[in-house]
């Protein structure tokens, strides 16, 4: 196994947070010591671009892409284990790794394609930040998505309190919004057995080209490329002994753990999502579902009936501004991650943090000004964004595949055979959804 980079991923959060030993303690404490990377990737799960995906696939197909969104965190999960394996195994994170094994023209296009995505997961959050605001304080979209630099001063507040704090807010986020949306999802009463239909895949997603980019937007919001550069980095927070094999087990199992956890719980929230776009929205609009007409829907009662109240919009937009803001600091670490491990460049985060958002405001600003400033332009690109996401997706996941299958690198925790195969097999299937999309574009 070869040794760590000189100056390891994220150094201002490696090693930092103390681990059991293998020897002491109970499963609660040891899974509560390794509890945390998990939330901040759930994070990126639930931001702005999936509410978007989620709201708009129930409001058209009402349960029907149920079974998409639950495929992609099945996969999501999968994935995330491998990112975890590449982190806690061989103490490198995923650009780290791919940055060492490929030629200097390779390694700068696979940089530049993923600033692309990296741009696309921040536009969802400037988008879905500046929306809120809207939502709760009446402020222009455009003042919104300009007041969006500020959020820097956020990220560096919640970078000084350490990562442990920073992954109990999120982990808190996290919990505040499940608990708003599954109470909303209550008083919508929808149909379990209507629920129980759309866990069932269609042929239909292949052949409808609506629903296609909806499913290759859910993908791609679920199945994020940051991510899993976020999780080899974060895996590495852990304090253990990397040179006792039991602890490297263990280190190993608990990061697991704490990934499907909260993995498990994206799932449920972006499930409630698509379950209440499909309930309260579904053959009451012919569009694309935007999140003000759910924050104004409801407090109609002509559109949800007794479920109308302006106590439930309130909630829905605040639950929006938490994980816009939230999703910075995972795309602001995430694109730190992608700029030093494949270029070896490194900004201090509040440089990376502005260099990324002013990248990202650029296109959204010219959008603005020649079709104007409105929710649903917006929205439709947000979207797009996940779609670009998903299209970037195999150029991180065959890298992945391929890295934790050497066994110089993992060791005697190298892909088996059977691991290997279904990881191909699934970015292989991502593969041909795109290529499926694109044609049908075209």
Known sequence: MPEAPQRPSLDEVNRSVPVPSVYETSFVQKFLAYSGPGALVAIGYMDPGNWLTSLAGGSQY???????????????????????????????DLAQAIAARVPHPVRITLWLLNEVAMMATDLTGVVGTAIALKLLFGLPLVYGILLTVADVLIVLLFLHFGIRRIEFIVLVAILTVGIIFAVEVLRAQPSPAAISRGLIPSLSLLTNHEKLILSVGIIGATIMPHNLYLHSSLAQSRRYDEHDAAQVTEALRFARWDSTVHLIAALIINALLLILGGTLFFGKTGQLTSLQAVYNGFKDSSIVGALASPIMSWLFALALLITGLISSITSTLSGQIVMEGYIHLRLPLWQRRLLTRFVTLVPIIIIGWLVGFNDRTFESLIVYAQVVLSIALPFTLFPLIHLTSITTLLGTHVNRRVTAVVGYFLTAVITVFNLQLLLSIW
């Open 62 to 92: 009402r349960y029907q892409l149920l079974a998409v969104l639950v495929i992609a965190i099945l996969v999501a999960m999968f994935m995330q284990n491998l990112a975890i394996k590449l982190g806690v195994v061989a103490r490198q």
